[in-house]
């Protein structure tokens, strides 16, 4: 994939996961499901910025980070 198509779909992939979680966070959720699934693409959208912002091709975040995040709710 060439370097600008591969940007385009990276940030179109950022923006969806912006929307979502903000849809997520603006419904009910009496049993925290939905808060657990907004904490975890929280914390892979926020990996995916920080390698673009480093110039890396996204993936996704190491075990350990994402441990890390999940315990801390």
């Given at each position: ?51 673009m ?21």
């Amino acid at each position: 994939m060439a370097h600008t198509d591969a940007l385009e779909t990276y940030t179109r992939t950022i923006s969806t996961m912006s929307e979502v979680l903000d849809t997520l966070r603006d419904e009910p959720d009496p049993t925290g499901a939905l808060t657990i699934l907004a904490d975890r693409i929280a914390v892979e959208r926020d990996w995916v910025r920080a390698l673009m912002a480093l110039g890396e091709e996204p993936c996704r975040p190491p075990g350990w980070l994402r441990r890390v995040e999940l315990a801390t709710h």
